[in-house]
């Protein structure tokens, strides 16, 4: 038995560093004695055993041996004369606890222990992390910027205690960060690996608007507004399709909020450049693809006879290049939004063949 008031200590002061419950910790350290000590009993899992004490500030390490009148297995059984000195009166078939001192371990096992009781550790914090990250993928958290690398533009950062990497792709083009700043971001995928927990985090993932809206808008939180589809280009334009399933609440307005409000809010901390366009969803494929084309006024639209997934849209001349929009952006995220093919033509039927290939890329 070993009273030792330092170790409880530095448990307790581990505990608090690490969040690890001090149970795991004490756990962990008794597997790492218990194991260091197997050596000396042939690797038995059966034999030597910790059990440590924080209330009595004891930790004990010991074999447990079976009393037998005659020895098969000198590393399990012990005869009843050796015996009394640990149980007096010990008869065969009785169990009798033979302490075991860390003192005498010495220094190959005492390392053995070390390396055994911080491995124990990292995988009992990797666990603690892992829960917790899992119960927040597909969620948004506040992050500090630790460090920014020059070279390939990816900036570390602290979530929680936990180091992640915002790679450059991820991040909004145009954007740029300082070491300190605090900013939001979208982990959109958390695995456990060998070498330690992967948490993957963006600012330009679909995801991020999403769970921004809901976090802005009641009604989407309530259940009262559902965002049907989300289609985006990071930096530069959204759009999202909405529906209500109260006839009394418009999804678009309680997106947008009074004066924008709400939209204004998101797009702040989205950078502020970023357009968000809020449109209604309908089952309606036709009606959906026209409203996807917003702002453009839409004449027709036609389902392909031979394309089932292809849909004709005709359009005022004067509207082609709103519906087309920049180097094709606006056609290009209708047809993400809505998951058909959009061929845009003129009213007039002259048009622009690398305008409409544009569009349709």
Excluded at 105 to 133: C, M, Y
Excluded at 268 to 289: C, N, Q, R, W
Excluded at 293 to 308: G, R, T, W
Excluded at 332 to 359: C, H, M, Q, W
């Amino acid at each position: 038995m070993i009273v030792n008031d330092e170790f409880f200590l530095a448990v307790k002061q581990l505990e608090k560093e690490k969040n690890i419950p001090a149970e795991k910790l004490y756990e962990t350290i008794a597997n790492a004695l218990a194991t260091a000590k197997k050596h000396d009993f042939g690797g038995r899992d059966d034999v030597v055993f910790c059990d440590i004490d924080p209330e009595k500030r004891e930790i004990n390490v010991y074999a447990v041996k079976t009393v037998v009148s005659e020895i098969e297995d000198a590393i399990t059984d012990i005869l009843p004369e050796d015996a009394q000195k640990y149980m007096p009166g010990a008869e065969p078939g009785d169990l009798v606890r033979i302490p075991l001192e860390i003192a005498d371990f010495g220094r190959i096992v005492a390392q053995k222990v070390k390396h055994v009781i911080r491995q124990g550790i990292r995988e009992v914090e990797q666990t603690r992390q892992s829960a917790e990250f899992q119960g927040k993928n597909q969620e948004i958290v506040t992050a500090v910027v630790q460090s920014i690398d020059a070279k390939t533009g990816n900036v570390s950062l602290e979530i929680n205690g936990t180091e992640s990497v915002l790679p450059k792709a991820e991040q909004i083009p145009g954007e740029t960060f300082r070491v300190g700043d605090k900013i939001k971001v979208f982990i959109f995928d958390v695995r456990s690996l060998d070498k330690g927990l992967r948490i993957r985090i963006s600012r330009t993932h679909s995801g991020f608007v999403k769970r921004l809206l809901e976090n802005e808008v009641p009604e989407i939180a309530d259940g009262v507004v559902e965002i049907k589809a989300i289609a985006r280009e990071a930096g530069s334009r959204t759009k999202v399709a909405v529906v209500s399933h109260d006839e009394n609440v418009d999804p678009v307005g309680a997106c947008i909020g009074q004066r924008g409000a709400r939209i204004d809010n998101i797009r702040f901390i989205l950078g502020g450049d970023e357009k968000i366009d809020v449109i209604p969803y309908s089952e309606d494929i036709d009606a959906f693809i026209a409203s996807a084309l917003a702002p453009a006024e839409i004449l027709k639209v036609e389902q392909d006879p031979n394309e089932e997934i292809v849909y004709h849209v005709t359009v005022p001349d004067n509207q082609l290049s709103l519906a087309i929009g920049n180097k094709g952006q606006n056609a290009r995220l209708a047809v993400k939004l809505t998951g058909k093919k959009i061929d845009i033509n003129p009213e007039s039927g002259f048009y622009d063949p690398d305008k409409a290939a544009e569009a349709l890329s």
